[in-house]
């Protein structure tokens, strides 16, 4: 069964901490996303790589970095933890499904800055 | 810019019957699919069902169903038979593009659907 596994399901950190959050995909999919999850705004997408090494900022980079050294892992950076990142983290690969692009999510990491 | 709406923030639905879930969408763009996914309480998002823009039938996986109807921009989710395990949030997203990695996928908020027994 293919997978997206997220390292963590509930992380507490303090804040200005350095968070690392890591993804891994078995699917050699070529894409892949980290999204946040808040009630009442919904999925933001975060950063997205299409291959190894490159990277594209999403909707809200900022105080966010990613690195992807190898297609099957894609991980979130948090500088320095703040209290206005605790949320509900989402990985993601995408998969081709009739010319169009889906997505595989990982559990989720549910992260409190304290 | 494109955008997904769902305006039922919680439904609920007695066990066995059918459901349906809002979805309406707006864009722009000619070549697009519409998509549906699950998330239980657990966390992970399932893939559901999707639909393209240029598909003339609606989608259909086992107990769900996609109602498309184009000139309303609407894509409504139908569950049929529902089962308490179908108890979960359900998200309506939209992906610009075919063949493409230049496009993008806007998420709705959500519809919590709880279903009683």
């Known amino acids: 069964d293919v997978k997206v596994t997220q390292s963590s399901r509930y992380l507490v950190k303090r804040t200005g901490e350095k968070v690392f959050l890591e993804c891994v995909q078995d699917m050699d999919h070529e894409n892949m996303f980290w999204y946040r999850q808040d009630p009442g705004l919904g999925l933001r997408l975060i950063y997205f790589?299409?291959?190894?090494?490159?990277?594209e900022k999403g909707d809200i980079p900022e105080g966010y970095s990613v690195s992807r050294e190898k297609k099957e892992r894609f991980s979130l950076i948090l500088e320095s933890a703040s209290t206005n990142q605790t949320s509900m983290y989402l990985c993601?690969?995408?998969?081709?499904?009739?010319?169009?692009?889906?997505?595989?999510f990982g559990s989720g990491t549910r992260l409190t800055v304290v | 810019a494109q955008k997904i709406t769902q305006t039922q923030p919680g439904m609920f639905v007695q066990e066995k019957e059918a459901v349906t879930l809002d979805c309406t969408y707006d864009?722009?763009?000619?070549?697009?699919?519409l998509f549906w996914y699950k998330q239980p309480s657990s966390g992970e998002m399932i893939f559901l069902i999707y639909?393209?823009?240029?598909?003339?039938q609606n989608a259909t996986e086992g107990r769900y169903s996609l109602n498309f109807q184009k000139a309303r921009k609407s894509a409504n989710l139908v569950i049929s038979a529902s089962q308490l395990g179908d108890s979960a949030m359900y998200f309506c997203?939209?992906?610009?593009?075919?063949?493409?990695?230049?496009?993008?996928?806007?998420f709705g908020d959500g519809t919590t659907l709880t279903v009683k027994p």
């Open positions: 997203a939209m992906r610009e593009g075919y063949n493409t990695n230049a496009g993008k996928s806007t």
């Open positions: 639909q393209g823009s240029y598909d003339e």
């Open positions: 864009t722009s763009d000619q070549s697009y699919g």
């Open positions: 993601a690969s995408s998969f081709r499904i009739g010319g169009l692009e889906g997505y595989t």
């Open positions: 790589s299409y291959d190894v090494k490159m990277k």
